[in-house]
């Protein structure tokens, strides 16, 4: 159990276009989902904290208007990264908290692979 | 910003030998919880240690922290080729994960 599949698993587009990813639990609810990203040889920096329902809460330093967040149903949230351009290419990671447990349960998503030229 | 810094960056040992990466962080944590993450593929929990215990095992693996010196320890016992991967510490508190710098093990036969 605690499977989270993310759609699609990598991604190319051009610059100036926009791109959606999908993050799904796919046996368990998540009220709060979380998306990462991570550069090459690097550690995974949040982006923000999704809350179904509600707005997305964004860290310092990542711009809101940019990467739109919605976590419109218990199961799925995503985010579409507007207007891409070559700086945004990453490999972007979410995760999910099950609903009604602890504070500590998080389960990652198998990540996605952005490259935009 | 990042909370943990990990040691070594980098760490390569033949199959069978013991691996030991550290990591540090600022601030007060809930728990601590380490993950491996296989070259470009998403994240496997580990295991996580409450501030309250010193020390955790799960198979060969065992954790250890010292909440006085801010620092805790992975350590993978007779390693095998297929413990290549890079490895996380990550402080928890509240809802968030806040995530160490990491450390690339590469395990040779």
């Known amino acids: 159990g605690a499977v989270v599949s993310q759609h699609p698993s990598w991604v190319i587009c051009k610059s100036g276009t926009s791109v959606k990813i999908e993050c799904r639990s796919l046996?368990?609810?998540?009220?709060?989902m979380f998306w990462y990203r991570q550069f090459p040889k690097q550690s995974l920096m949040l982006m923000a904290t999704?809350?179904?329902?509600?707005?997305?809460?964004?860290e310092q330093g990542v711009e809101k208007d940019k990467f739109l967040i919605n976590h419109a149903s218990l199961t799925l949230s995503t985010l579409t990264v507007t207007s891409a351009h070559p700086e945004d290419s990453s490999f972007y990671i979410c995760s999910a908290k099950p609903s009604g447990r602890g504070t500590y349960e998080q389960y990652f998503g198998p990540g996605t692979r952005l490259t935009v030229t | 910003s990042q909370q943990g810094e990990e040691d070594p960056q980098a760490l390569s040992i033949q199959e069978g030998e013991n691996a030991t990466m550290n990591c540090s962080y600022k601030t007060s944590i809930n728990n601590l919880q380490w993950y491996r993450q296989n070259s470009g593929r998403g994240l496997v929990h580990l295991i996580l240690i409450r501030s309250n215990e010193r020390e955790k095992h799960s198979g060969r693996l065992r954790v250890t922290l010292d909440t006085s010196k801010k620092s805790s320890s992975l350590l993978i016992t007779a390693s095998r080729a297929a413990d290549t991967a890079s490895y996380f510490c990550a402080k928890g508190g509240g809802n968030k994960l806040t995530f160490g710098t990491g450390t690339q093990l590469k395990v040779e036969l």
């Open positions: 046996d368990f609810q998540a009220t709060t």
């Open positions: 999704s809350n179904e329902g509600s707005k997305a809460t964004y």
